[in-house]
């Protein structure tokens, strides 16, 4: 206490000091205070606001995919199955750099310029921020191991596993049950907005055939699934759900094994083949040769697969030919006939005396015999309406078809489902082409010629029609008139299904029910009667089918069928590669059902096969035909012909026509 | 014995100390003090726990830091505030030492180079110490001058501040040189500075601070100004850390989401969740409520230290104690309005509760000072 402490005054200096001290305290009550207010504000007055934004930062709701239902045969075995794969996913936000992460992924894994590609148009789709983007599909264990190994440098690419289609029997469903594939843009912009909701969650959607037909069905209802993900985009936590509701698992009337036998009948052949059930309508069968892997399809198929697959003008595998519409030949005949029976142009005792050609009134153009073209000349001389269907008689044909005119041939012919799809679930079958004056003015602007007639009675000229009408219209001759419209689908989840139609085929009455005995004895003899010393009184048939297989213990009936080729284009007749004489071949045809006039069994199956370029429809279809129904009739329903007595009274009404019902 | 009689016969008030009260200044610590320190701390290791999402190592570690920091406090509180005024010029001149060194050898951490890392010694932060040693010098100086101080002094006191405080701006280190300035500003203000010189310094200031803005600020400074502003000019920049510590308070609401429950720190959208935005977590998962519990916490140990302030028995403590306290209000406060966003994002953490080292330790060697004044200057006067 010396020195300048002196000059001090303390009394002074504490009470100022004091006064600073309490100015402070002051002050800081009142910054307090201020604070105290800005909390309010923010945690009170605010609160709401900052609570949904809280929950926004953090809340994520994210769609969960259902699993698409799945497809079987008739006798459950699986069509289509769902298979867990791996994908390479991305989410764009979070990626920093895509170009330096595409290059460093290239390093780890194989990535072709098409991957990218692929994914550059699916970044390009409207999708939830955040969400994940497949880069690659289906990474290898390797693959997934290098990934992970390397993951702090990938952020914002991760694993994902996904359900997705497979096809244990790749090519053999490949048109007919169809693939599914990822969903593109237009078909994304087709969907209504519901519908797009539903889609939220799935890459996939049906592209062809079944697939694409019951693709509502078999798709089912996407799930809900609140999720907390942290700054990063994690999930965190798993907060609610709304289950995801799976598509229906359906069956199809199809049998796999009759699929493969049909498949294997075809052999090297190009062609299809239809079998339905006449009772039910069901597709027992429907395949298209060459075919392809749809497999290849459902994680999307590379361009150099593609251009395989569209590039072959010949195989053309992706072309559907079971519902593509070809010349049908001769198979038409047995309609004809039952035409010419109905209309009163002919009856049981009706013939001609065939020339082997037919002339118009007044026309010096020949309409030769198609039939007889490689055989020795001449015609079949007398020739009533069952020695016409089982001879193939084309002269018989030309003056029935041109005495009742286009306008009966059309009006009758409908009924059988030519020119129309009677298909229930088949929308994307053709219709072909079932010629009338109207049909002709309108597409080709012309008139209709008695000529034009003429080479419609023998399914030439403008009539087309699909191996699938085929059997429709061979199915109904089998059920005697009764249309039941073909069907893929036979029930949904074990229940049968039955589809809602909207306007019923009526069934085709005819005057006297008896012409259907009559049809189907004239088609049973196109592959039961066999040679004898009358001059061409065999079936065109016999001799590849009844007689190829002397202990044939049902009967079949059928009618063979070739069509000229129309057109081959110039580029294909210019290729080395194939011998062009192939390809001018005629296509075979040929249609049956089985078994016929049995008193016990009604039909069981009706077939059309078509053989592209195979130039013979009885020689070289029948036997498939044969085939098909033998691997139905005996191994898969095993029915013992031979313990049916009256096998043998049948077989003499052969030689002796006889009225026979059969009791369905 | 005598001087106690006689005060309780005049005055009718005085009451002898208890054993216990002896035995606490016999080890000079006041035990008020001790227990709002102990319990801001209890409360801020409890915070961190969930703010460092249950990492029990960051907790460890934050609890050793305390301990240190009040064994460090209970070694200065033995020494005599007469102690800290005799060195406190050869402490500042250590400390501008210190800084000088920084600027030759000093280690780079943070975008700061401000720490030292000198051979046999941990690495630490000179800048830190100046908090402590610049009010001790201002105090020194401005307690034997006559106050209310003159022109002359003040302008001395400011060469005293501003030198360091430059030191520490060339060490890239703002935050600091702010903290250190305010604490000598602290002392001149509590000296009797006219208020008239207050307001004028004041509005200097302002009207420089344009021009500040223009030629001087550095981009990253400017940005803080312009998101203070406007948090959403750049909602997932500039303007993200006080956006998402705004939502994380706001959600809180009153009673807060529970502890371990809260959404935004646990999901990581609050960066600096375990230092400066620890505010943030803090008032997500126990609302307003435990803010307000924070801050009266806070208000324990400001009054305190005000209270030791008020009864130091010479200038050179009152000085002293009145800007450590208030030093310990502008970081509190400081923090709290810029993590509420009642002012621009300054790196300050909350004291007692951030994740922190040295910053810690200083605080704890002010708490020390605190105790120093109050149980040593009793004996003196009796």
């Known amino acids: ?76 075995k699986l069509l289509a199955d769902n298979q867990p794969i791996f994908n390479l996913t991305v989410v764009r936000e979070q ?81 007919s049950v169809g693939y599914v594939s990822e969903i593109n843009r237009d078909e994304l912009d087709g969907l209504s907005e519901e519908e797009k909701e539903n889609y939220g969650g799935t890459n996939h ?20 699934e609140i999720v907390e993900k942290n700054n990063r985009g994690q999930v965190m936590r798993y907060l609610d759900r709304t289950d995801p509701v799976a598509g229906k698992n359906i ?137 016409a269907i089982f001879q193939s008689c084309d002269t018989f044909f030309y003056d029935l078809g041109n005495r ?43 008139p209709w010629y008695p000529g034009d007639t003429i080479n419609s009675s023998i399914g030439q000229g403008y009539m087309w029609a699909t191996p699938l009408q085929l059997a429709t219209a061979a199915s109904i001759v089998a059920n005697k008139g009764k249309v039941v419209q073909p069907r893929m689908l036979k029930a949904v989840e074990g229940e049968d299904y039955k589809p809602f139609i909207e306007n019923p085929v009526p069934d085709v009455m005819v005057n006297d029910p008896d012409y259907w005995r009559y049809i189907e004895e004239a088609m049973t003899m196109v592959i039961h009667r066999p040679y004898s010393d009358e001059f061409r009184d065999y079936g065109t048939a016999f001799e590849a089918i009844a007689m190829a297989d002397r202990d044939m213990s049902y ?110 | 014995m005598i001087n106690q009689d006689f005060i309780r016969q005049t005055t009718g008030f005085y009451r002898p100390p208890s054993r216990v009260q002896k035995i606490w200044r016999l080890i000079h610590t006041d035990p008020p003090l001790l227990v709002g320190i102990i319990l801001l ?48 010029p050869s402490l500042y001149a250590a400390g501008l030492a210190l800084l000088g060194l920084v600027l030759f050898i000093g280690v780079e951490e943070n975008g700061a180079r401000s720490w030292l890392d000198l051979p046999g010694l941990p690495s630490f932060q000179p800048s830190e110490t100046l908090k402590i040693v610049v009010p001790l010098l201002m105090a020194w100086y401005l307690a034997s001058r006559p106050l209310p101080p003159r022109f002359k002094h003040l302008f001395w006191s400011a060469m005293m501040i501003l030198i360091p405080a430059a030191l520490i701006i060339i060490q890239n280190d703002t935050g600091t040189a702010i903290m250190v300035a305010m604490s000598g500003i602290f002392v001149v203000l509590l000296a009797g500075m006219r208020w008239r010189m207050v307001f004028a310094g004041f509005f200097v200031l302002l009207s420089i601070s344009p021009l500040w803005y223009l030629f001087l600020a550095q981009a990253h400074q400017k940005n803080r100004i312009l998101t203070f502003f406007d948090p959403y000019r750049d909602p997932t920049g500039a303007g993200y850390n006080i956006i998402q510590s705004q939502i994380a308070i706001g959600s809180g609401g009153v009673y807060g989401k529970g502890y371990g429950e809260g959404a935004q720190s646990h999901l990581d959208f609050i960066p600096e969740s375990n230092t400066d935005f620890i505010l943030a977590v803090l008032a997500e998962e126990f609302g307003l409520l435990g803010v307000l519990f924070l801050i009266c916490l806070y208000l324990f140990v400001l009054i305190r230290g005000f209270y030791i302030a008020y009864c130091a028995k010479d200038m050179f403590s009152r000085l ?41 330790l200083t605080l704890f060697i002010g708490f020390g000072l605190l105790m120093s004044i109050h149980t040593h200057g009793r004996k003196r006067t009796n």
């Open chain 1, 1 to 76: 206490m010396v020195g300048k402490w002196q000059l001090k005054d303390h009394e002074v200096e504490q009470r100022l000091f004091n006064r600073r001290l309490a100015t402070a305290a002051v002050l800081i009550f009142l910054l307090f205070f201020a604070l105290i207010l800005k909390l309010v504000n923010l945690q009170i007055s605010q609160f709401e606001y900052f609570s949904a934004r809280s929950d926004g930062n953090r809340l994520h709701s994210q769609y969960v995919p259902p699993a698409r239902g799945l497809i079987f045969d008739r006798q459950g």
């Open chain 1, 95 to 175: 990626v920093v750099d895509l170009d330096k992460t595409l290059n460093l992924l290239s390093t780890l894994i194989p990535l072709s310029a098409d991957d990218i590609e692929q994914f550059n148009t699916r970044l390009q789709r409207n999708r939830v921020p955040f969400s994940s983007v497949p880069l690659k599909y289906v990474l290898t264990d390797e693959e997934k191991s290098r990934i992970s190994v390397n993951s702090h440098l990938l952020t914002g690419i991760s694993i994902e596993p996904q359900f997705v289609r497979q096809y244990p029997l790749g090519s053999l469903t490949a048109h």
């Open chain 1, 205 to 224: 959607i049906g592209k062809t055939g079944i697939e694409r037909t019951y693709e509502e069905i078999l798709h089912g209802s996407v799930g809900y």
């Open chain 1, 251 to 387: 069956t199809l009337h199809m049998d796999a094994q009759l699929q493969k036998a049909a498949e294997e009948a075809l052999g090297e052949f190009r062609g299809a083949v239809v079998a339905i059930d006449p009772s039910t309508g069901g597709i027992l069968a429907m395949i298209s040769k060459p075919s392809f892997d749809p497999n290849l399809f459902v994680t999307g198929i590379s361009s150099k697969d593609y251009s395989v697959l569209v590039t072959d003008e010949i195989n053309t595998p992706l072309f559907d030919r079971s519902t593509n519409p070809y010349p049908p030949g001769s198979t038409i005949k047995p309609f004809l006939g039952m035409a010419g029976l109905h209309h009163e142009f002919v009856d049981y005792e009706f013939a001609i005396q065939d020339p082997g050609y037919f002339r118009l009134p007044g026309v010096s153009y020949r309409w030769g015999d198609y039939t007889l073209r490689t055989v020795i000349g001449g015609g079949h001389g007398h020739t009533d309406l069952q020695k």
């Open chain 1, 404 to 446: 009742m005119g286009i306008d009966i041939i059309h009006g009758f012919l409908a009924q059988f489902g030519f020119g129309d799809n009677f298909a229930v679930d088949i929308s994307y079958a053709r219709t072909g082409v079932l010629p009338s004056r109207e049909w002709k003015m309108a597409s080709r602007g012309e």
């Open chain 1, 555 to 664: 009967r079949m009936a059928g009618k063979s069928g070739s069509a000229q080729v129309v057109g081959i284009s110039q580029e294909i007749l210019a290729s080395t590669d194939i011998v062009v004489s192939d390809l001018n071949k005629d296509h075979g045809l040929f249609i049956s059902f089985a078994p016929a006039q049995n008193a016990r069994i009604a039909p069981q199956i009706a077939v059309a096969v078509f053989v592209e370029n195979g130039e013979h429809g009885s020689s070289v279809a029948g036997p498939i035909a044969k085939a098909v129904t033998d691997k139905y009739l005996l191994e898969i329903l095993q029915i013992d012909f031979a313990s049916f007595e009256d096998v043998g009274e049948l077989q003499q009404e052969i030689t002796n026509p006889l009225v026979t019902q059969s009791n369905d």
């Open chain 2, 41 to 88: 701390c209890c409360f801020g290791l409890f915070v961190l726990y969930s703010a460092s999402d249950g990492d029990e190592g960051v907790v460890r570690r934050q609890a050793m830091i305390m301990l240190a920091g009040l064994v460090l406090m209970f070694a200065v509180s033995q020494f005599s505030p007469h102690f800290f005024r005799r060195w406190a």
């Open chain 2, 320 to 360: 002293l104690a009145g800007s450590i306290t208030l030093t310990f209000f502008f970081y509190v406060f400081v923090n709290m309005a810029m993590v509420s966003g009642l002012v621009p994002v300054i790196g300050l953490p909350l004291p007692l509760i951030s994740r922190g080292g040295t910053a810690i």
